[in-house]
Antibody, heavy 117, light 108 residues
Framework: QVQLVQSGSELKKPGASVKVSCKAS????????ITWVRQAPGQGLEWMGW????????TYAQGFTGRFVFSLDTSVSTAYLQINSLKAEDTAVYYC??????????WGQGTLVTVSS | EIVLTQSPGTLSLSPGERATLSCRAS???????LAWYQQKPGQAPRLLIY???SRATGIPDRFSGSGSGTDFTLTISRLEPEDFAVYYC?????????FGQGTKVEIK
């Protein structure tokens, strides 16, 4: 069965970096893009962008350029989200989801990133 | 960017009642590529409806979607206890992909 399993919660200090992983299984990894979605505490869903799992080409939504980096390790069917120079307002749950062109049909369980001094 | 506006913000209903949720787009959604998701506290969103009216795999038939162009509706014919949650619409017809702000369906 299709699964996206994300890495565990992170507590980071402002200015640090964090790397969240999203391991896919149960389907051909290169057949679907991976989308990243942010959900700040008590807020709605925000599309961050996606990465093409064939070419590795990332596309970032406005507001997620510069400090946010999407990457892949296709040998282990895993996508990564790295956030650099963390700020308090980056505190959120980050989800990966399967798809880009079509609706997001499978989601990871989410990773809580807390930024606090 | 297509802005999706959901209404109402909160819907207070009793089990067994009918729920009608609205999603209005700031411009026409290409090919009616509009999806609905359900999210329960502490859980990831779950895809309910895609293409405005097609149910995703395993979704009960009490959930239905309708609409086209800029106006879309999610209907839950008879609310079950497990249906009380937050619902989001999302368009995937143009970039950037966008979500509505959500409608909370709560127990009255």
């Amino acid at each position: 069965q299709v699964q996206l399993v994300q890495s565990g919660s992170e507590l980071k200090k402002p200015g640090a970096s964090v790397k969240v992983s999203c391991k896919a299984s149960g389907y051909t990894f290169s057949s679907y893009g991976i989308t990243w979605v942010r959900q700040a505490p008590g807020q709605g869903l925000e599309w961050m962008g996606w990465i093409n799992t064939n070419t590795g080409n990332p596309t970032y939504a406005q507001g997620f350029t510069g400090r946010f980096v999407f990457s892949l390790d296709t040998s282990v069917s895993t996508a990564y989200l790295q956030i650099n120079s963390l700020k308090a307002e980056d505190t959120a749950v980050y989800y990966c989801a399967r798809g880009w062109q079509w609706p997001f049909d499978y989601w990871g369980q989410g990773t809580l990133v807390t930024v606090s001094s | 960017e297509i802005v999706l506006t959901q209404s109402p913000g909160t819907l207070s209903l009793s089990p067994g009642e009918r729920a009608t949720l609205s999603c209005r787009a700031s411009q026409s959604v290409t090919s009616n590529y509009l999806a609905w998701y359900q999210q329960k506290p502490g859980q990831a969103p779950r895809l309910l409806i895609y293409g405005a009216s097609s149910r995703a795999t395993g979704i009960p038939d009490r959930f239905s979607g309708s609409g086209s162009g800029t106006d879309f509706t999610l209907t839950i014919s008879r609310l079950e206890p497990e249906d009380f949650a937050v619902y989001y619409c999302q368009q995937y017809g143009s970039s950037p992909r966008t979500f509505g702000q959500g409608t909370k369906v709560e127990i009255k």
